[in-house]
Structures are given as C-alpha cells and as structure tokens.
C-alpha cells in the first residue's frame, strides 16, 4: 500500500535525524538508500515520487526487470550484491551509477577493460568483511588498504569510499566494532592520500542498526524491509553466488 510505504519512510528519516541530532552530525550528510530487492517496480515508484532518488538493487537480473518501468522516473542506482565478472555488461548496460560491492581485483581488472571499451568511468565502493563472517563477501580489514591502493590504478573506476554489511547480531556493541573498523580504515586511507581515491562515503547500517551506523560516521545507510514490507525470500538467496 502507498500510504504504508509512505508512512515507512516518515518512520526511517526520522530516525535518522534523530540519531544525527545525538551524534551531532548534519543531517544532510546521512543518506537514505533504499534496498530494493524483491520490490515491485510500482512500489519503488512510490518511494521515488516522493522525495527518495538513491535506490540498490542485489541481483542483476533484478536490475534488468525493473529498469524499464524505473528509467522515467528520476532516481540514481546502485548495486549492493556480489557482482560477477559475467555480469558487468549488464551493470553498465542499465545505468549503475556506483558499484558499492568492489571486493576483488579481478572484478576490478575486468570492469576496468569493460569501460575502457564503453569510453565511460563509474564510481565505486570497497566492501570490507568487517565481521569476518565466511558466509559474508568483501575483503578482509587487513588487507582493504592494499586492494583500496591497487584498484585505485584502474583509472576508470572512481573510489568514493568504503562499504560494510556489519554483524546481524542483536548486541549492540558487536555490531559497533564492525562500524568502528570501517571507520578506522577510511582514517588510514585518507592518511595515506591514495591517488584518485575519494573516502567522502561510508555505506554501513541497516534498519535495525542505523543509528548505530550514524554514530560511527556512516553517511549511506541501507534500508529495504523496514519501509517496503517483509520480503519473500530469505536473505541467503541474494548473497549467495551461486543463484
């Protein structure tokens, strides 16, 4: 129902302004991004006529049957799934603006010889195994710098920060250290001031840890089911690869 969605997302920004006034940030510098897997292109329109514009989506056969109901309507959109090699020509093919799931540099090597034969440049985002859980992709902490700097090489491929999935854990703490290491990281890139690396954005927080995610510096935060509903499958079929 619109009304639900609409009533959802009043629901969310305030939570964010809220935990922005606690953490005594601006606003303005947390965005909200909306997860939308399994969402019906009609429902996103909803979302998207009504003030939201950055959406992601896990799957890119998601992407590709929604984009012509969605290229109208003006939004900008990423991808936040475990991205294949054989997969990149579709990401470029329906307007991904970022890439927040760089975890590879054989992911970025391809990307890279793909858009040099487009004559076009995309920005990304580093995922980090922050929890360091085997069922979660994204580089390990200790080794997120060096990937950070050998990928910063490809000159087609913009880096704009940094991108965790955190710890699905109750126990609010835990849950921080994952924050805090995405955090410290960004700290140590900037300090090492990479070229054509940008560390503006931290994508980290869900709907049960956002204002957690603020506190620690995040300035996207990811949000599906809270605003558009339970979905109907499990989380496992979106992270794993092999589907």
Not at 134 to 140: A, D
Not at 193 to 200: A, D, G, H, L, S
Request: proline content about 2%; hydrophobic content about 35%; glycine content about 6%.
């Amino acid at each position: 129902m619109k009304e639900d969605i609409l009533h959802n997302l009043g629901i969310i920004n305030e939570r964010i302004k809220k935990a922005c006034e606690k953490a005594g940030r601006n606003p303005d510098e947390v965005k909200l991004l909306l997860a939308t897997k399994t969402v019906s292109a009609e429902r996103i329109k909803t979302a998207l006529q009504n003030g939201q514009t950055l959406i992601a989506e896990n799957k890119v056969q998601e992407l590709k049957d929604k984009y012509d109901d969605l290229k109208d309507t003006p939004h900008e959109s990423h991808f936040i799934g475990h991205l294949q090699t054989n997969k990149i020509k579709d990401i470029l093919k329906y307007n991904v603006v970022c890439i927040q799931s760089m975890d590879r540099l054989d992911l970025a090597g391809k990307l890279h010889q793909r858009l040099v034969s487009e004559g076009k440049t995309i920005e990304i985002l580093i995922q980090v195994n922050t929890s360091e859980e085997e069922s979660k992709f994204g580089v390990h902490p200790d080794k997120a710098v060096e990937l950070t700097r050998k990928v910063a090489e490809f000159s087609t491929l913009k880096i704009k920060g940094l991108m965790t999935i955190g710890l699905f854990s109750a126990e609010t703490e835990k849950v921080r250290s994952c924050f805090k290491i995405l955090k410290k990281l960004q700290q140590e890139i900037i300090s090492q001031n990479i070229p054509n690396v940008q560390m503006k954005e931290l994508s980290m927080g869900m709907s049960g840890d956002l204002e957690t995610a603020i506190e620690e510096g995040a300035t996207i935060v990811r949000v599906g089911t809270a605003v558009f509903g339970a979905r109907v499958y499990p989380d496992s079929f979106y992270w794993d690869e092999g589907k």
